[in-house]
């Protein structure tokens, strides 16, 4: 049965898989699928998959558009994601960035007129696959995957892979039994279905047809069409991935030994983690410190950014004598506690949940009335200007880099001596950003700077600073009714309204809240900014006690408009 969104809740008995099975996929958005391949199987009564991605999109020529993908949907074909950039996912820095991708092309689907519906079915790029990408695809609620005919079969070659069989193969890793090089011939073709019988299901991958950009995986429009008629003249029932549903047994899954393997494989000095684990592992004592006294994370959570096991966490704990039922340290001279978010735990609550986001922009402030709640300050989560998103912290909607399969990677605050922090990094475009937070009595300052190093004026420059405030407990209600919004100020008061968290910064263009989130903004509008010039704004965050709160807001106010009216009188000479 199919919950909303297109997902299995759960399966009904499975059925006898019948002779005569073949599943036809199709890989990487090729033009041909909208204008040959989808009109003859539609012709033939086939069912199918199509895989797409947007890594080849920018050639129009070659590559389809979402529209066409959105009328292959229509035609009544299924629509699998295979991903945004089609990168290794084998390698662990790239599975960590799999939901992210994934949710580009889901977004970009939801727009096509017909809208497809969120994918259930995943392609492994380049036929690559780990135990990474499996256990994110798994968490995301996919059904069906499908990777090569590798390692069962040597890739480019004319043999014949595994097929599928439900009762052995786990659904996530389902074999290519088939993959279609330039060289394939009918004879080939019927050997290769020819092994669908006896509970076996012969699973057949395409590209183009024809496919002039990837000539290595072409195959001639005659030839397929020659491959096509043989499986409906011998009565060959041709389906998409998500109909296999019928004969598995999701209750019982098989123990496929391919779960924990990496195809291709590569000794531990050969794999790339993921940057935030990477760093992480460079300071394992400071951030074990920070994650398991300072942010109460379990040893679940806190494994999941070292990418260790629990038992490998509890053990350097133990070590190293950390205590996480030891309440944490006050800073120095009352000051506010800040400290770098170590990521794994999701900041958000109900919206744009488990996806890729950064910790690097990520700073928590701690509550002076409780020293295990904290607000998690993102400085910055957007940057807009007038050609278009230039940076986001977490992925869901493409950046200018997105659109050009361009991936802008985490750098992690820099920790200085007073507890400050400061970042600062370079886009592709040369275009500099960065940010610092000064703990201070009761507040924390903040700055945020955008150097144009480009040879263009920067323009409609606006900014996301947000105060995300689920881990803030007693101020976490997915409600607007506990804040107060107006420029310069956000804020959210406790249960009991005699406690606040406030945030003003300068050029405010917008005061608002998420409820679902739930967070806080006080949204900026920078200075244009031509070539060779910096821009900056000035913020704070802070605590107040008391009943007085207009007063409070008052004097926030006049402290923002005194300090922009400073700013925008000229020089004296």
């Not at 370079?426 to 937070?437: E, Q």
Request: aromatic share 10%; proline share 9%.
């Amino acid at each position: 049965m199919l919950a909303g969104g297109g997902r299995y809740t759960f399966a009904a008995p499975p059925q006898p898989v019948p002779d005569k099975l073949v599943v036809l996929t199709f890989d990487d958005a090729v033009k041909s699928h909208r204008t040959f391949v989808a009109p003859l199987l539609k012709e033939l009564g086939f069912g199918a998959t199509f895989f797409v991605t947007h890594s080849w999109m920018n050639d129009p020529t070659n590559f389809m558009s979402w529209q066409e993908i959105g009328e292959i949907h229509g035609m009544g074909f299924e629509i699998g994601n295979h991903s945004w950039t089609h990168s290794d996912f084998s390698q662990p820095r790239n599975a960590a960035r799999l939901a992210g991708e994934l949710s580009l092309v889901d977004r970009e689907l939801e727009q096509t007129k017909p809208k497809v519906p969120r994918p259930i079915s995943f392609a492994y790029c380049g036929n690559t696959f780990g135990p990474e990408a499996v256990q994110r695809l798994t968490e995301l609620g996919y059904q069906f995957a499908r990777r090569g005919e590798m390692p069962e079969a040597r890739y480019g070659t004319l043999e014949i892979g595994a097929t599928y069989d439900p009762k052995r193969q786990h659904p996530l890793l389902i074999p290519t039994t088939g993959d279609a090089y330039p060289n394939w011939t009918l004879e080939h073709l019927k050997e290769v279905v020819a092994r669908a019988t006896n509970g076996q299901i012969a699973v057949l991958q395409f590209h183009g047809v024809p496919d002039v950009a990837h000539p290595w995986v072409h195959t001639p429009p005659d030839r397929f069409r020659e491959y096509m008629t043989y499986l409906k003249e011998n009565n060959f029932r041709c389906l998409a991935l998500r109909e296999l549903e019928p004969y598995l047994d999701r209750e019982h899954l098989p123990a496929d030994p391919l779960l924990t393997v990496r195809q291709p494989s590569r000794p531990p000095d050969k794999l790339i983690l993921p940057v935030e684990m990477d760093a992480t592992r460079r300071e394992p004592r400071y951030w074990l410190e920070n994650m398991l006294i300072n942010h109460r994370f379990t040893a679940d959570e806190a494994a999941r950014v070292f990418g260790w096991s629990a038992k490998e966490v509890q053990a350097r704990a133990d070590e190293w004598r950390i205590n996480r039922d030891v309440p944490p340290g006050k800073p120095p001279a009352g000051r506010v506690q800040v400290l770098p978010y170590p990521g794994g735990r999701e900041v958000r609550r109900g919206f744009f949940a488990n996806l890729d986001w950064q910790r690097g922009t990520k700073a928590s402030v701690f509550l002076p009335w409780d020293p295990t709640s904290y607000v998690v300050v993102d400085l910055p989560e957007a940057i807009f200007c007038e050609r278009g998103l230039l940076f986001l912290a977490h992925t869901h909607i493409p950046t200018i880099w997105d659109q050009q399969n361009v991936v802008i990677t985490n750098m992690d605050w820099t920790r200085g001596p007073a507890g400050d922090l400061t970042h600062e990094r370079v886009l592709p475009n040369r275009v500099a950003f960065g940010a610092s937070i000064h703990p201070n009595t009761n507040r924390v300052d903040m700055e945020l700077w955008l150097r144009n190093d480009s040879d263009q004026a920067l323009t409609k420059l606006r900014v996301q600073i947000c105060g995300h405030l689920k881990g803030a407990k007693d101020f976490n209600d997915q409600t607007t009714t506990n804040k107060f919004l107006k420029c310069p100020v956000a804020a959210v008061h406790s249960a009991g309204k005699d406690r606040w968290i406030l945030t003003a910064w300068e050029r405010c263009g917008r005061s608002w809240a998420q409820p679902l989130v739930p967070c806080i903004h006080a949204d900026q509008v920078f200075a244009d900014c031509p070539p060779g010039e910096t821009v900056r704004v000035r913020g704070r965050l802070w605590f107040y006690e008391g009943k007085d709160i207009e007063q409070e807001f008052e004097r926030a106010k006049a402290a923002f408009e005194t300090v922009e009216k400073a700013a925008s009188k000229p020089p004296q000479p």
